[in-house]
């Protein structure tokens, strides 16, 4: 999988980042695109705040399917779904409707962070569709809180080549 995600990206650049991020929402985890990416900006492949914004762009993106289920089909017969079908991605109705509870109690705060929290960055889309949040303002949290994780996980991956290359200095000196 990894070898495949990076393939993808030396060989589309953004419009990797960008396809990676659509597919983290059924779940190809960002955890390991935007690091990567990161990494590759620190070497002077890519560029680190177009990786960024790539990042959010196609997370945001993934977002939308999720969201327009949410909205279109409704709480009722999402959660007649997961009870009879969610088994296979480990959700069930009871699970729908604590998600919807909690978001209804956060609001658009529960998107916006949300977005920054594995496990519950893909599925936060249906709750937020499911009560009908405007979706320009869906939009937006969603997009702060995709750029915001995006950003972390691409610095953290960047960092890693300084870190990688400190130690070869340390260990070079050693020598």
Do not use: C
């Not at 289920?69 to 069930?92: C, F």
């Not at 937006?140 to 750029?147: D, K």
């Amino acid at each position: 999988m990894a070898e495949w995600t990076l393939d993808l990206m030396n060989t589309l650049g953004y419009l990797g980042i960008v396809l990676l991020m659509v597919l983290e929402n059924l779940p190809l985890p960002s955890e390991l695109i935007l690091p990567a990416a990161g990494f590759a900006a620190a070497h002077g492949d890519l560029n680190l705040p177009l990786v960024v914004l790539a990042g959010a762009l196609g997370s945001v993106l993934g977002t939308l399917p999720l969201y327009h289920i949410g909205r279109a089909v409704g709480e009722e017969q999402l959660v007649k779904w997961a009870d009879r079908y969610g088994k296979w991605l480990t959700l069930s109705g009871k699970d729908l409707r604590r998600a919807d509870d909690w978001f209804d109690r956060h609001g658009p705060r529960a998107v916006l962070f949300g977005r920054m929290v594995p496990g519950i960055r893909s599925l936060l889309s249906l709750p937020a569709g499911m009560s009908e949040m405007a979706l320009p303002k869906f939009l937006l949290y969603s997009s702060v809180g995709s750029g915001l994780w995006a950003a972390l996980l691409a610095l953290l991956g960047a960092y890693a080549v300084f870190w990688v290359l400190r130690r070869r200095q340390g260990r070079a000196a050693q020598g």
